[in-house]
T-cell receptor
Framework: DTGVSQDPRHKITKRGQNVTFRCDPISEHNRLYWYRQTLGQGPEFLTY????????KSRLLSDRFSAERPKGSFSTLEIQRTEQGDSAMYLCASSLGRLGQGTTNEKLFFGSGTQLSVL | KQEVTQIPAALSVPEGENLVLNCSFTDSAIYNLQWFRQDPGKGLTSLLLIQSSQREQTSGRLNASLDKSSGRSTLYIAASQPGDSATYLC???????????FGTGTRLQVFP
């Protein structure tokens, strides 16, 4: 499979626990994005990377959230001291280059997401 | 700040109907607009991408139009089928940003 893959697909945790999600982008895609989606809403931007550099973080990304892309390939999103309000689908997406370039670079390819439930 | 709105929030139609989904955005300074499909509990699949210089794009039974000056886009689905049942999301890429801003989606159900 050459698409964006996310692991795990589902995660159930108790409030206060730490969780970590992994995203493997399409090979050779330089840009990697994280979005969060709650029930009945559209995806909300969290952060994105150009290779290993984290270029932008949303205000939604509180101090309890941290994202890394250490070697410019896969990325991890960690949530510390989870709260019930963190329950959501966490979506990862990748693109070959900068969006809006006027080529196929401008398309984002999404993974199937990680569904987080905090009890 | 770009805001994207979709109407209606939900739609239920019998098989075979032609239907229109609406998307509006507040800032017309955009590179492009995309329509995505999302099945329950799944990720997003890109359906159509319209550049800011284009008026419409077509793929099979789907046709998307863009009126940038008025901040509106429509997704037209011809001869709807039960397999079209999903949530449809529009997203815009604004100038001077590198991220898509999504609407809240239209949840479509097509019944036999």
């Amino acid at each position: 499979d050459t698409g964006v893959s996310q692991d795990p697909r589902h995660k159930i945790t108790k409030r206060g626990q730490n969780v970590t999600f992994r995203c493997d982008p399409i090979s050779e895609h330089n840009r990697l994005y994280w979005y969060r989606q709650t029930l009945g809403q559209g995806p909300e931007f969290l952060t994105y990377f150009q290779n290993e550099a984290q270029l932008e973080k949303s205000r939604l990304l509180s101090d309890r959230f941290s994202a890394e892309r250490p070697k410019g390939s896969f990325s991890t999103l960690e949530i510390q001291r989870t709260e019930q309000g963190d329950s959501a689908m966490y979506l990862c997406a990748s693109s070959l280059g900068r969006l809006g370039q006027g080529t196929t670079n401008e398309k984002l390819f999404f993974g199937s997401g990680t569904q987080l439930s905090v009890l | 700040k770009q805001e994207v709105t979709q109407i209606p929030a939900a739609l239920s139609v019998p098989e075979g109907e032609n239907l229109v989904l609406n998307c509006s955005f507040t800032d017309s300074a955009i590179y492009n607009l995309q329509w995505f499909r999302q099945d329950p509990g799944k990720g997003l699949t890109s359906l159509l991408l319209i550049q800011s210089s284009q008026r419409e794009q077509t793929s099979g039974r789907l046709n998307a139009s863009l009126d940038k000056s008025s901040g509106r886009s429509t997704l037209y689905i011809a001869a709807s089928q039960p397999g079209d049942s999903a949530t449809y999301l529009c997203a815009v890429l604004s100038y001077n940003t590198d991220k898509l801003i999504f609407g809240t989606g239209t949840r479509l159900q097509v019944f036999p």
